[in-house]
Nanobody
């Protein structure tokens, strides 16, 4: 059982940077792979990035590759999403999710635990 809380969202201008944080509960946080997903108004939820339990493996969607960086600090039970070169198309509610078992990194249905989401709004 994992509880997740996202923070760091807000308003930004195109080209700016934001860092989102996802704090997980418990001493077994490092046993979970963590992914970031987002959902824009009127759109389906989409995969953004994910990292393995130890943070050594990362994967990104094509739309954010080269601009976003996912990382984790298991000593702080925290996963980060560093977002650079923001675009208006990045506007969405961002969710972090955790999976303690083997998963398809990009499949939201493989993540049983979800945070409440944090809004990111990027203006041109």
């Amino acid at each position: 059982q994992v509880q997740l809380v996202e923070s760091g969202g807000g308003a930004a201008q195109a080209g700016d940077s934001l860092r989102l944080s996802c704090v997980g509960s418990g001493r077994t946080f490092s046993s979970n792979a963590v992914g970031w997903f987002r959902q824009a108004s009127g759109k389906e939820r989409e995969f953004v990035a994910a990292t393995s339990r130890g943070g050594l493996f990362t994967i990104y969607s094509d739309s954010v590759k080269g601009r976003f960086t996912i990382s984790r600090d298991n000593a702080k039970n925290t996963v980060y999403l560093q977002m650079a070169s923001l675009k208006p198309e990045d506007t969405a509610i961002y969710y972090c999710a955790a999976n303690p078992r083997h998963a398809d990194w990009k499949d939201s249905s493989d993540y049983p635990y979800w945070g409440q989401g944090t809004q990111v709004t990027v203006s041109s």
